[in-house]
Protein backbone atom coordinates (compact mmCIF):
# COMPACT_ATOMS: atom_id res chain seq x y z
CA UNK A 1 0.00 0.00 0.00
CA UNK A 2 0.99 3.26 -0.35
CA UNK A 3 1.33 6.19 2.27
CA UNK A 4 -1.92 6.32 4.37
CA UNK A 5 -3.43 9.44 5.04
CA UNK A 6 -5.76 9.67 8.35
CA UNK A 7 -8.55 11.67 7.84
CA UNK A 8 -12.58 12.42 9.56
CA UNK A 9 -14.08 12.59 6.32
CA UNK A 10 -12.72 12.59 2.70
CA UNK A 11 -14.33 14.34 -0.23
CA UNK A 12 -15.59 11.37 -2.86
CA UNK A 13 -14.47 12.57 -6.39
CA UNK A 14 -14.01 10.93 -9.77
CA UNK A 15 -10.59 9.83 -8.81
CA UNK A 16 -11.85 7.43 -6.37
CA UNK A 17 -11.89 3.78 -7.20
CA UNK A 18 -13.00 2.43 -3.88
CA UNK A 19 -14.43 2.96 -0.32
CA UNK A 20 -13.43 0.21 1.25
CA UNK A 21 -14.98 -1.43 4.69
CA UNK A 22 -12.27 -2.02 7.61
CA UNK A 23 -12.76 -1.67 11.34
CA UNK A 24 -10.06 -0.05 13.70
CA UNK A 25 -7.88 -1.65 16.63
CA UNK A 26 -10.73 -1.02 18.39
CA UNK A 27 -13.22 -2.60 16.40
CA UNK A 28 -15.32 0.45 15.33
CA UNK A 29 -16.10 0.80 11.45
CA UNK A 30 -13.43 2.84 9.33
CA UNK A 31 -12.79 3.33 5.79
CA UNK A 32 -9.68 2.77 3.31
CA UNK A 33 -10.49 5.36 0.36
CA UNK A 34 -8.25 4.05 -2.73
CA UNK A 35 -7.83 6.73 -5.42
CA UNK A 36 -6.16 6.94 -8.63
CA UNK A 37 -2.73 8.13 -6.65
CA UNK A 38 -3.35 7.93 -2.95
CA UNK A 39 -4.89 5.99 -0.21
CA UNK A 40 -6.82 7.52 2.54
CA UNK A 41 -8.43 6.05 5.87
CA UNK A 42 -11.23 7.63 7.66
CA UNK A 43 -12.91 7.52 11.17
CA UNK A 44 -16.21 7.05 8.93
CA UNK A 45 -17.95 4.09 7.62
CA UNK A 46 -17.77 3.62 4.05
CA UNK A 47 -21.95 4.67 3.22
CA UNK A 48 -21.83 7.84 5.75
CA UNK A 49 -18.77 8.83 3.10
CA UNK A 50 -21.30 8.02 0.65
CA UNK A 51 -23.72 9.71 1.66
CA UNK A 52 -22.00 12.97 3.00
CA UNK A 53 -20.44 12.91 -1.41
CA UNK A 54 -24.34 12.65 -2.21
CA UNK A 55 -25.45 15.91 -0.05
CA UNK A 56 -22.69 17.45 -1.74
CA UNK A 57 -24.25 17.19 -5.29
CA UNK A 58 -27.62 18.13 -3.69
CA UNK A 59 -29.44 14.60 -2.76
CA UNK A 60 -28.36 11.91 0.19
CA UNK A 61 -27.77 8.28 -0.37
CA UNK A 62 -31.32 7.40 0.31
CA UNK A 63 -32.66 9.79 -2.26
CA UNK A 64 -30.34 8.15 -4.82
CA UNK A 65 -31.19 4.96 -3.84
CA UNK A 66 -34.79 5.92 -4.47
CA UNK A 67 -33.93 7.26 -7.76
CA UNK A 68 -32.14 4.23 -9.02
CA UNK A 69 -35.06 2.19 -8.31
CA UNK A 70 -37.52 4.48 -9.88
CA UNK A 71 -35.07 4.18 -12.90
CA UNK A 72 -34.04 0.71 -13.18
CA UNK A 73 -36.63 -0.84 -11.02
CA UNK A 74 -33.87 -2.50 -8.95
CA UNK A 75 -34.80 -3.02 -5.31
CA UNK A 76 -31.80 -3.95 -3.24
CA UNK A 77 -27.63 -3.16 -3.28
CA UNK A 78 -28.85 -0.61 -5.72
CA UNK A 79 -26.14 1.31 -7.63
CA UNK A 80 -26.24 4.83 -7.30
CA UNK A 81 -24.85 7.88 -9.40
CA UNK A 82 -23.38 10.61 -7.01
CA UNK A 83 -22.79 12.51 -9.55
CA UNK A 84 -23.56 11.58 -13.38
CA UNK A 85 -22.16 14.59 -14.94
CA UNK A 86 -18.66 13.43 -13.82
CA UNK A 87 -19.38 9.75 -14.27
CA UNK A 88 -19.18 8.56 -10.65
CA UNK A 89 -21.35 5.93 -10.01
CA UNK A 90 -20.97 3.89 -7.05
CA UNK A 91 -22.38 0.13 -6.07
CA UNK A 92 -22.07 -1.72 -3.01
CA UNK A 93 -20.70 -4.77 -2.43
CA UNK A 94 -23.49 -5.65 0.42
CA UNK A 95 -26.41 -4.09 1.51
CA UNK A 96 -25.48 -0.25 2.82
CA UNK A 97 -26.75 -1.13 5.98
CA UNK A 98 -24.23 -3.82 6.66
CA UNK A 99 -20.90 -2.52 8.17
CA UNK A 100 -19.34 -5.03 5.79
CA UNK A 101 -20.50 -2.78 2.93
CA UNK A 102 -17.79 -1.22 0.58
CA UNK A 103 -18.60 1.29 -2.51
CA UNK A 104 -16.50 0.75 -5.57
CA UNK A 105 -16.82 3.04 -8.53
CA UNK A 106 -17.95 1.45 -11.79
CA UNK A 107 -16.13 3.96 -14.32
CA UNK A 108 -12.82 2.26 -12.82
CA UNK A 109 -12.97 -1.46 -12.75
CA UNK A 110 -11.18 -2.92 -15.24
CA UNK A 111 -12.01 -6.36 -14.81
CA UNK A 112 -12.61 -8.74 -11.56
CA UNK A 113 -11.35 -12.33 -11.09
CA UNK A 114 -12.42 -15.50 -9.12
CA UNK A 115 -10.54 -16.09 -6.14
CA UNK A 116 -11.18 -19.21 -3.67
CA UNK A 117 -12.84 -19.14 -0.46
CA UNK A 118 -15.72 -16.63 -2.15
CA UNK A 119 -13.20 -14.15 -2.74
CA UNK A 120 -13.06 -11.46 -5.81
CA UNK A 121 -9.92 -9.69 -6.84
CA UNK A 122 -11.10 -5.64 -8.31
CA UNK A 123 -8.26 -5.12 -11.10
CA UNK A 124 -8.43 -1.47 -11.57
CA UNK A 125 -7.78 0.42 -14.98
CA UNK A 126 -4.47 1.95 -13.33
CA UNK A 127 -3.67 -1.21 -12.32
CA UNK A 128 -4.50 -1.37 -8.50
CA UNK A 129 -6.09 -4.37 -7.19
CA UNK A 130 -8.07 -4.80 -4.15
CA UNK A 131 -9.53 -8.41 -2.88
CA UNK A 132 -12.92 -8.69 -0.84
CA UNK A 133 -14.87 -11.26 0.84
CA UNK A 134 -17.59 -10.61 -1.68
CA UNK A 135 -18.40 -13.82 -4.30
CA UNK A 136 -17.38 -13.64 -7.91
CA UNK A 137 -20.78 -13.93 -8.78
CA UNK A 138 -22.13 -11.21 -6.85
CA UNK A 139 -19.20 -9.07 -7.82
CA UNK A 140 -20.54 -9.71 -11.59
CA UNK A 141 -23.70 -9.16 -10.82
CA UNK A 142 -22.98 -5.66 -9.23
CA UNK A 143 -20.73 -4.71 -12.23
CA UNK A 144 -23.59 -5.85 -14.53
CA UNK A 145 -26.29 -3.62 -12.96
CA UNK A 146 -24.68 -0.88 -12.45
CA UNK A 147 -23.89 -0.50 -16.41
CA UNK A 148 -27.68 -1.17 -16.89
CA UNK A 149 -28.21 1.89 -14.53
CA UNK A 150 -25.81 3.72 -15.97
CA UNK A 151 -27.16 3.21 -19.43
CA UNK A 152 -30.35 4.09 -18.76
CA UNK A 153 -29.65 7.24 -16.56
CA UNK A 154 -27.39 8.60 -19.45
CA UNK A 155 -30.24 7.75 -21.99
CA UNK A 156 -32.61 10.08 -19.58
CA UNK A 157 -29.65 12.78 -19.61
CA UNK A 158 -29.22 12.57 -23.35
CA UNK A 159 -32.56 12.37 -24.91
CA UNK A 160 -33.36 15.78 -22.29
CA UNK A 161 -30.80 17.65 -23.55
CA UNK A 162 -32.35 16.61 -27.31
CA UNK A 163 -35.30 18.09 -26.03
CA UNK A 164 -37.78 14.67 -25.69
CA UNK A 165 -39.53 14.21 -22.70
CA UNK A 166 -38.35 10.94 -20.78
CA UNK A 167 -40.57 8.06 -20.16
CA UNK A 168 -41.92 7.95 -16.65
CA UNK A 169 -41.07 4.27 -14.76
CA UNK A 170 -44.28 1.97 -15.41
CA UNK A 171 -43.55 1.15 -11.94
CA UNK A 172 -44.48 4.61 -10.46
CA UNK A 173 -47.83 6.51 -10.89
CA UNK A 174 -47.05 10.42 -11.12
CA UNK A 175 -49.90 11.91 -10.17
CA UNK A 176 -49.40 15.37 -9.16
CA UNK A 177 -51.66 16.44 -5.93
CA UNK A 178 -53.81 19.84 -6.66
CA UNK A 179 -53.25 22.60 -5.16
CA UNK A 180 -55.64 24.50 -2.91
CA UNK A 181 -55.82 28.13 -3.10
Known amino acids: M ?7 YHEISPLTMAVIASRDEGGRPISYILEETAEYVSTKPPSKLIDAACMFFGSSLKGRQEGTKNISGLTHKVPI ?29 DRVQELPEGRTEIIFRNGKTIVLDVSYGSMLNQIRRTAQFRFLLDNRMRNIKKGFVAERSPSKNYELDEVES
Do not use: L, N, R
Open 81 to 109: SIDPASGMYFFPTYSPMSPKCSWIAHSHV
Open 2 to 8: EKQIFTA
